[in-house]
């Protein structure tokens, strides 16, 4: 029997909406997005240049104020939480991974890997065995101590992805992620990506302008002038 409590949404967004106000004009670019995103579910967000992937990304994300509807993660309505509740929401249920690695250039592979782990109140010991095992599931055991300007473009984005991996969220955001790689190296990042998000058990939401890798997802998802087809 399955557990109805564990299909629950890792996501729900509801009548989500966001504008930008420049130079005297508004742009309503989210203008009512619905959404949920079943556990283990893996979502590819498509829409062209400036249809609001980022800014919905960044909503979910609860990195950005200025939205109006629900946000819901994990059960919990973040629109209703304080900056402090906010932060420990995210921190406790996503990962991200952005277009370019947003490594830190001091530290190595596996530091990189092992710091987020420490702040969300892992020993160091512990940090270090999760760290080594993604990074070799990534094809990187022989990179641990090279530091990001040490590392291809691939090899840059693999350890991102270990790191977003790295506390075991329910969620994964991904903006772009294989975007500044060629086409081989994109196609070889997201498979692994892919490979090891379904391993975890988390669920995704890939924002990407690529119809082909889109169709290697559970599902695909349009932004088409403010809402999702
Ligand atoms: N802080 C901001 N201030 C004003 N306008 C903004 C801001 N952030 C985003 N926008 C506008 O919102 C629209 C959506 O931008 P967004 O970056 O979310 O699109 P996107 O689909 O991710 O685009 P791309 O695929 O090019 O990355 C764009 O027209 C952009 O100019």
Partial sequence: MSDPVAKNPVVRLRDLRRS????GVTIDVLRGVNLEIRPGEIVALLGPSGSGKSTMLQAIGLLEGGFSGLIEIAGTNASQLSGDDRTALRRD??????QFHHLLPDFNAIENVVLPQMVAGKTRGEAETRAAELLTALGLAKRLDHRPSQLSGGEQQRVAVARALANRPEMVLADEPTGN???ATADRVLEEFLKLVRGEGSAALIATHNERLALRMDRVVRLHEGVLE
Wanted: glycine content about 16%.
């Fill in 20 to 23: 930008f106000s420049q130079g």
């Fill in 93 to 98: 249920h996503l990962g991200f991974v952005y």
């Fill in 181 to 183: 790689l060629d086409e």
